[in-house]
């Protein structure tokens, strides 16, 4: 989408959301409302708005329950006992996984805990963590609480990415030199493959690359990148990854998260926290005391996995699956675009974008500096029908989610801002 040229009429988004291959999946969400109708909601980087199937298949697990009890594990109709199998293939077609590198389980920060115990494994000489200097608040203190179990203060062993002087997001270049030159006091480069706070795509491989050269662990959180961009996390080599399900991926409030273990992790001696559900299935129930770890990333589980807590993301995964991540990924490419164009075009000068402007370096999601008095907009924007996100000091989120945001509530969104700035 061209920039400079784009229309700012309103009839134009009207007539993109009419040639919108994906218009009718918004049908297939709850989207909030206010006096009646439809907000403009742009936080589905926050949380994602629920899927009208979910309530459908909850009420078939709470039946299950009532009419089945213990034998719903063998009898349901989705039978408990394999149910977090189902997840794999999902999961795995939108990170870029074989299915037994993937495991839903757990929270996210849960789960880099989980796995920072088996991947963050510091010596004398290699006990480093790199993390983005805006790094999400949680991983800082996971981190940070991982290197002082190891006995490292934090100053010294947490190294944090800064962009350079004036510029907002960091350069795949300057990321890359700095593990190639304190490499070999690195253990694990843990970051953020969309980051929370200015949008950015990082390039995953290349920075997965460089690590591996020095010798380093490389993991991904991908809270904000699960969803939203497609991944080959196998084919990059990453060593671990972990994402919450909540945001782009429509799950519900605190939704059962994911995890990644490249296989050539699987069946390793690396130490790891061990349940019974990480056990080979075939003793699980033999109930032997000596863990025999499954082959797969399933390794990691350790209970049984929460039935009512994981059919949501069973409802949003199939939709996934019907749309396909690559088809999401051009209409995100395209109304990001379109967004940025409307901003640029009426509020240029009065509103900064600190997310890149390659939509290679970017999701769907662009953050705002409104310069000037920013207290209360929020509470105007959501006034006047759009739902935004609002970070100290002056940072607006807005994620146009291509499943369910329309062209028009781009506009919609451009139109209020420009009310408010003005
Ligand atoms: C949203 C988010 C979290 C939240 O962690 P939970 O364990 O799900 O509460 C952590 N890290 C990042 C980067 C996030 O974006």
């Not at 394999?82 to 920060?109: C, I, W």
């Not at 004398?124 to 179990?149: C, H, M, T, W």
């Not at 008095?373 to 996100?389: F, M, N, P």
Request: hydrophobic share 40%.
């Amino acid at each position: 989408m061209n920039t400079a040229t784009t229309s700012i009429d309103e009839a134009h988004a009207i007539s993109l959301d009419e040639q919108d291959p994906l218009a009718g999946y918004r049908d297939r969400f709850h989207i909030p409302t206010k006096n009646g109708k439809p907000v403009v909601y742009l936080t589905g980087n926050s949380l994602g708005c629920q899927p009208r199937a979910v309530r459908g298949l909850i009420d078939q697990e709470l039946e299950d329950w009532a009419d089945l009890a213990v034998n719903a594990h063998f009898e349901g109709r989705d039978p408990w006992k394999d149910y977090h199998e189902q997840f794999r293939g999902p999961l795995s077609r939108l990170v870029g996984a074989k299915p037994t590198e993937v495991v839903a389980m757990n929270s996210l920060t849960v789960n880099l805990h989980i796995l920072m115990t088996s991947f963050y494994r510091p010596t004398a000489e290699r006990y480093k963590i790199v993390i983005e200097d805006n790094a999400f608040p949680s991983d800082s203190y996971a981190v940070g609480s991982q290197v002082e179990l190891h006995g490292y203060p934090i100053d010294d062993a947490v190294i944090r990415l800064k962009p350079r002087e004036g510029e907002h997001t960091l350069r795949t270049e300057d990321v890359c030199e700095l593990i190639e030159r304190e490499g070999q006091s690195i253990a694990l480069v843990m970051i953020g493959g969309v980051n929370y706070l200015t949008g950015q795509l990082m390039d995953m491989q290349r920075i997965t690359e460089a690590g591996h050269k020095q010798g380093c662990v490389v993991g991904w959180d991908l809270a904000h990148a699960a969803g939203n961009v497609p991944m080959k996390l196998h084919d990059w080599g990453a060593d671990f990854a972990a994402w919450c399900s909540y945001k782009y991926l429509n799950s519900g409030p605190g939704a059962i998260a994911g995890a990644f273990v490249h296989e050539r992790h699987h069946d390793t001696d690396r130490p790891r926290f061990a349940g019974w559900w990480g056990n080979d299935p075939a003793t699980r129930f033999k109930m032997q005391p000596d863990f025999v770890p499954e082959h797969s990333a399933d390794a990691w589980q350790l209970s049984n996995p929460p039935i009512l807590a994981m059919t949501p993301l069973k409802a949003s995964l199939a939709l996934f699956d019907e749309i396909g991540i690559d088809t999401l990924r051009e209409k995100a490419v395209r109304s990001t675009g379109y967004m940025e164009s409307l901003i640029k075009q009426r509020l240029g000068g009065k509103v900064e974008i600190l997310t890149p402007s390659d939509p290679n370096q970017r999701g769907s999601q662009l953050s705002l500096v409104v310069h000037g008095d920013v207290s209360g907009v929020r509470d105007l924007l959501e006034s006047k029908g759009v739902i935004a996100d609002f970070r100290e000091p002056n940072v607006i989120r807005v994620a146009p989610v291509p499943s369910y945001v329309s062209y028009h509530d781009v506009w919609r969104f451009v139109d209020v801002l420009c009310e408010l700035v003005r």
